[in-house]
């Protein structure tokens, strides 16, 4: 929902069966093989902005999830081939419809010294869903009626209703803390997990400095002593500091650059056709001229995705039509409204809602993000043509975020990541009260396909729910998909074993350098 590192890190959309198509890796080292990785070494890693906590259960932006994502553990986690494999949990069952039971590992230990049991998984989901956290993501576990601790080693989650998204979101976003470390410390800046690395320092503007924590419960990882991020928002800046030999991993290769950088001996690259991000524009239903359904009509049939991919991303990633990419399971477009641009249909339908005579909207930009940017450039061509004159109000990134959490602006673009299953975006972006619907979008009758489709554990029923449901919205238009966004990771040549997975998880524990 934010701008790149800002958006928020509710569950990001991307296919879970064929995660590993396209995966790009410009040279053999970073297919290495454990044994080929050198325990021990510094890893100086560069993100495009700082974190706003560390706290799982409240950070709204990515770059705090890449970050604390090192530093916590869950109970199950999604590999690069879209498979549920174990973390804090041994093994997983479903026991009827309505309940799941796991058994949990007994050897691990939170990084202030308390011993993980499955109370501290108890713990952590009470405090999610109860309202005085504030997470963002209490939307995704509404689902859980109860959770149970009949001993230290077993955990029982009671839900209301069967929940088709339940171990895909307990995957993405279900970081398990711990009840002392929260209550006695500050969760926010000094987080205490039971993951590969330990908190060391937050150096406010700088970087956050993690260590190897010596008692995870994984043998043989993390690799590395230790992991700096440095917060680097300007593009160019990463790639100098890589190219310096200042650092050895940074994320968002600049998009004009990638062709090149791709097959520069000098570095490995790593990219995904299908785990990515789908762009949009979003468009405040509770601010005039958007509260009319047929201006944000015209606006969705104004717009050339092909334009938007080509100019503001350069070539790279996919036509955005829904929330997933061509290459997900889920993915349909049977029933979209407005898949191709029309001008002349846009030109009525501003007759029709009054503005004969055009309209004047102002869009909240952002110059830290230059594709976000270039997409708001984009369409302010596109909709000239129609009658609307889009004045770009370039504005840094924590005045875009104030506004857009609270609905004060028009129009602007936004992003979703970590969207594996189409309930994540539905639930959280498009449902009356969800808690990132910055558009303000309200339809009773989405709303309870909404619910229906969560509630089934049938897939193709599911899947037949997400067409009714796409096939509604939009026409409602609130907000407009307008591409589908590919991550592009660059390191130096000895760094090896980062991938791009489904939850978008950097996993650092798995990353180390062959020399």
Do not use: C
Not at 233 to 262: F, N
């Amino acid at each position: 929902m934010h701008p790149k590192s800002h958006f928020p890190t509710s569950v990001l959309a991307r296919t879970l069966a064929a995660l590993t198509i396209g995966l790009l890796v410009s040279v053999a080292g970073n297919m290495a093989s454990a044994a080929e990785i050198k325990d021990g070494g510094d890893l100086r890693a560069a993100l495009t902005g700082e974190p706003d906590v560390l706290d799982p259960a409240t950070s709204s932006i990515y770059t705090g999830a890449q970050v604390y994502e090192g530093i916590f553990s869950k109970l199950i986690d999604i590999d690069a081939s879209g498979k549920f494999v174990p973390d804090l949990a041994t093994a997983w069952t479903q026991v009827d419809p309505k309940t799941w039971k796991f058994t949990l590992v007994d050897n691990a230990t939170f990084h202030n010294g308390e011993k993980f049991t499955s109370a501290d998984v108890k713990y952590t989901f009470e405090r999610i869903l109860d309202p005085k956290t504030a997470s963002a993501y209490a939307g995704l576990y509404a689902q859980i009626g109860s959770v149970d601790a009949p001993d230290a080693k077993t955990v029982v989650f009671h839900l209301k209703s069967p929940f088709g998204p339940f171990l895909t979101n307990i995957a993405t976003n279900g970081e398990i803390v711990n009840q002392k470390a929260i209550e006695s410390g500050d969760p926010a800046r000094k987080p205490v997990g039971t993951g590969p690395f330990e908190f060391v320092e937050w150096v406010q503007g700088d970087h956050i400095a993690l260590k190897k924590n010596p008692n995870y419960f994984k043998k043989g990882l993390p690799h590395l002593d230790s992991v700096t991020f440095k917060f680097l928002p300007v593009d160019q800046s990463r790639i100098d500091g890589l190219s310096a030999g200042e650092l050895d991993w940074v994320d968002a290769i600049p998009l004009q650059q990638v062709a090149t950088l791709k097959s520069d001996p000098r570095f490995t690259y790593v990219s995904d056709a299908v785990a990515g991000i789908p762009d949009y524009v979003g468009l405040n239903t509770k601010k005039p001229p958007f509260d009319n359904e047929k201006v944000r009509q015209a606006v969705a049939l104004a717009v050339n995705r092909a334009d938007i991919r080509d100019v503001a991303y350069l070539g790279t990633g996919e036509l955005g039509l829904t929330e997933m990419p061509t290459g997900s399971k889920w993915y349909d477009e049977q029933g979209l409204f407005a898949p191709k641009q029309d001008i002349a249909k846009a030109k009525e339908l501003m007759k029709e809602a009054g503005y004969a005579n055009g309209v004047k909207v102002e869009y909240l930009g952002l110059p830290q993000y230059p594709e976000l940017l270039k997409t708001g450039q984009v369409l302010r061509d596109e909709l000239k043509q129609i009658g609307i004159d889009m004045e770009i109000k370039q504005v840094d990134v924590s005045v875009w975020y104030d506004a857009f959490s609270k609905g004060s602006y028009q129009i602007t673009s936004a992003y979703q990541e970590r969207t594996i299953d189409p309930d994540n975006f539905y639930s959280l972006v498009l449902k009356s009260g969800g808690p990132i619907n910055s558009v303000n979008y309200s339809n009773k009758e989405v709303d309870a396909l909404i619910d229906k489709a969560a509630a089934s554990d049938n897939e193709a029923e599911r899947k037949g729910l997400y067409g009714q449901i796409r096939t509604i919205t939009s026409k409602d238009s609130p907000l407009v998909f307008v591409h589908y966004e590919t991550l592009h990771y660059l390191m130096n040549t000895n760094v090896t074993g980062s991938r791009i997975t489904p939850t978008l998880s950097l996993h650092m524990e798995n990353i180390g350098f062959t020399e």
